[in-house]
């Protein structure tokens, strides 16, 4: 069973949800790349739509109509195509997304600095020293929600519980549009009555176990003895979904950290054997890999690429530069020279990818010369074009040589991630 595929438990109570001591907070951007590529495209709101790329990408977001015929993320798209066909495709915009996350991010920094992103749509909030100052955590989930939806246009899901796991779950129950609390006492009745699909780690092997086992709700796992788990599952497996079915999860929501690397990579319509085309591809990548740097105001000091040929084997090449860098020349110089290095003669590419890796905060990072030297340079062109794009929308100002001239309304082909 998917998870997206059970209901909210009935409540033991028919007054409304106490909230006291509920103070961790999942919220989850609906939608969110399908939501914000449809900030451009207002005419398709209520529509199927599909965000990916190509025949042979995978799909990296659809709108709740589209999910409805099946269409799911990470499916191959020539299979959401046939599962959708009436539904409208339009390529990823990730220098929208990054963006977007950033001021979603702000927004919850504004209510406390315990925060713990899982990804760019979705994190954990321990709002517990903020409670004084903003209200009960219901009323700070309701807070997030409209201030979400009238800065940036998109709408998320917030779970208010006592722990992170049930958080998560009631996110996902109150989708799309809405929040669900789940007082502590009425936890562990709310977590025993949802199929066991629902609790952390268990996957599709998983959930055959625990069928095989006889074991349909997480209230079955719940009194089932801890001697028959752990023989079936595993030690590991078997206590930890114990716990999970009385609803115990002690894990405090960790601050956020910094991410490891930033990168993008493309696979192409059909297999490319020009070096010419491989270098304009790489451009591209480098120009969001660098957009994504600035927007978390992080710089980075190693490129790496990655080719991966038609049979599918795959190399991946690295150069560390001197001084830490944002800019999108720079990446691209490296990553074309990591490619040109490899003195490949028409062999057939089917993906290449560019990564920034040892990644330290724009605050942090020694960035050297004076005004007037190239690198400033570069560095205040990204700066505008960010401008630029922040308002006008991604992709509205980018390098000549990436303007298709057959296709004057092109941003770009292949699937980006």
């Excluded at 999910?67 to 798209?77: C, D, K, L, N, Q």
């Excluded at 600035?294 to 001084?323: Q, Y």
């Excluded at 980018?398 to 001239?405: C, E, K, Q, V, W």
Aim: proline content about 6%; hydrophobic content about 40%.
């Amino acid at each position: 069973m998917s998870r997206r595929q059970f209901s909210l438990p009935e409540r033991s109570s028919s007054e409304p949800p106490d909230d006291t001591g509920c103070t961790i907070l999942h919220v989850d951007m609906d939608a969110f790349y399908a939501s914000a590529t449809l900030l451009s495209h207002p005419e398709l709101v209520g529509t199927p739509v599909i965000i990916g790329g190509g025949n042979r990408g995978v799909v990296l977001s659809a709108t709740y109509e589209a999910r409805r015929f099946g269409v799911t993320s990470a499916m191959p798209m020539t299979r959401a195509r046939r599962l959708c066909p009436q539904a409208t495709v339009l390529p990823p915009e990730h220098g929208l997304y990054a963006a977007i996350s950033s001021a979603v991010m702000e927004t919850f920094r504004s209510v406390t600095p315990e925060i713990e992103p899982l990804s760019l749509d979705e994190a954990f909030l321990d709002v517990s020293g903020a409670v004084r100052r903003l209200g009960s955590p219901a009323t700070i989930g309701a807070l997030i929600r409209d201030t979400v939806h009238d800065e940036q246009g998109i709408t998320c899901s917030v779970g208010v519980a006592p722990t992170k796991f049930v958080a998560k779950i009631a996110s996902g129950l109150a989708k799309p549009d809405g929040m669900v609390v789940v007082p502590r006492d009425e936890v562990i009745s709310f977590v025993q009555q949802l199929p066991v699909a629902a609790l952390w780690g268990v996957g599709e092997r998983t959930e055959e176990q625990l069928t095989r086992l006889g074991l349909r709700t997480v209230g079955d796992i719940a009194h089932t003895p801890l001697p028959t788990l752990v023989r079936g599952l595993g030690e590991a497996t078997g206590q930890h979904l114990h716990a999970l079915s009385w609803g115990r999860d002690p894990r405090p929501v960790e601050r956020e950290h910094r991410e490891k690397s930033i990168g993008a990579d493309e696979t192409f319509e059909y297999d490319i054997d020009d070096p010419r085309e491989i270098h304009r591809r790489l451009l591209r990548l480098s120009d969001k890999v660098a957009a994504r740097l600035r927007s978390a105001r992080l710089t980075g000091r190693t490129v790496s690429i990655k080719v991966r040929f038609a049979d599918f084997t795959t190399i991946t090449r690295a150069r560390t530069l001197r001084e830490p860098t944002d800019t999108s020349r720079a990446i691209y110089e490296t990553a074309t020279g990591l490619f040109d290095a490899l003195g490949l003669q028409r062999a057939r590419i089917r993906l290449v990818g560019v990564r920034m890796e040892k990644l330290v905060g724009l605050e942090a990072a020694p960035i050297q010369g004076m005004l007037g030297e190239s690198e400033h340079g570069w560095r205040e062109a990204d700066r505008a074009v960010d401008r630029a794009s922040a308002r006008f929308g991604a992709g509205s100002v980018r390098p000549a040589s990436l303007i298709d001239t057959s296709r004057p309304s092109a941003r770009g082909d292949g699937d980006l991630s």
